[in-house]
């Protein structure tokens, strides 16, 4: 292999860092992180991974808190050619035993507070190391960072190695791990960076996502990276945070969530957006209320674009051009988007049919799962998103619906067979249906409707309570519907359609 295409080359590129001493992250109450440190402290961590085990196309599966060392962490595995496996911080044990089980990583990384009884868990499950990601210490993988070698090789990866496995939620109950290459994160990043015509060194980045996702991790990191661009790296989301970087940022990146409840603020102003170029949403749909109150307050119109966890960004609204409300825009640069029906029929412009992808970003399957990769693509190499969509005459995207019945709460992908599988082996339940309704701060609600079985009293608070420490936060219902029983087609399928119009 003669050219090494790792990713982390075309992020840090040690050779070319120019105006190194720049700032790379800028944490409130802790020293800033230059571009100029990065190359060094990667080493280090790839020096300490190496002992640890870890071989190209090992895993590593980290759940830690946001943090610059978390962020650091990632340049290491993909530079010591590792595959790189980020958790959502909410998943609770019974759901991290899955993702070890699945992945079997080399590593195991967590944090100070939950070492021990993780500890306890990995190790049931042969998971060679776990440790944390806090002080030095015993069981830190910082303890003597100081003294550990910077000056390693970046390890040598070729396009189509794994640079990530991403989890999602699985429409069955059991979650899915999307393979990642380098040239997918690659290809995805630059084109971003192109089409959202990123300043380079001018641009100041606001960056109040998690980084377990897509979004926070892939987009908003690589996009400034590439333009060795300042980044404000709020670790806790709050209003009151953005409020107080907007005035010195230029980009934020955020989701619905963010704009509505700095909606909400009586704080937010125009002058506060003076020095802002661009604002930007995903995650989940943005309405089109909070897009247009947002141009009349700002004076901004925020751009819409779409993505999945498999294909990483597939759409944008165009940066020169029209923004409308209620669409994701275009398909990006080299990426091919079609609308398909059920039988998997090409639909002309302005039907109404699935959403179908190819591209450079397109994932190449689902780890250690052929038959739902199969499943998943058509036979000339398209993705099949499962996102109910229209494409107009010009090109333009909307998604209209979702025929997998996913429900994108605050940004996060909910998949309502996991919860219904929890709730049903709740004694007193006969069975359920998990739906997501309108909501103006998380965009959708998780509800559950609840037939009982008669066999033991049953409450609402009693159905949430007990799903704690099974389910993540997020996925757990904000209320519960009980029901005689739940409306069903002929064949027998519930319906629903019909229950999300009864209780939204």
Known sequence: MSHNNNLYLTLVNPDHQGNTNHVFLDSPGRAPLLYSQLHSLTGKLQSRLQALGVNAGDRVIVQTQKSSEAVLLYLACLRAGAIYIPLNTAYTDNEVSYFLKDAAPQVFICEPETHVQLSELASQLNIPHTLSLGDCGQGSLLDGFELLNDDVAVVQRSDEDLASILYTSGTTGRSKGAMLSHANLRSNAQTLHQYWQWQDDKDVLLHALPIFHVHGLFVALHCAMLGRSKIHFIEKFSVDSLIQYLPSSTVLMGVPTFYTRLLDNPDFNRQLCKGMRLFIAGSAPLLTDTHDQFSLRTGHKILERYGMTECGMITSNPYEGQRIAGTVGFALPDVDTRIADSQGTILAPGETGVLEVKGPNVFSGYWKMPEKTAAEFTDDGYFITGDLSII????????????????????????????ETEIDLIRGVKESAVIGVPHTDFGEAVVAVVVKDGSATLESHQIINSLQGRLAKFKQPKSVVFVEELPRNVMGKVQKAQLRANYQ
């Open 392 to 419: 107009d005459s010009s090109g333009r995207i909307s998604i209209v619906g979702r025929s997998k019945d996913l429900i994108i709460s605050g940004g996060f992908n909910v998949y309502p067979k996991e919860i």
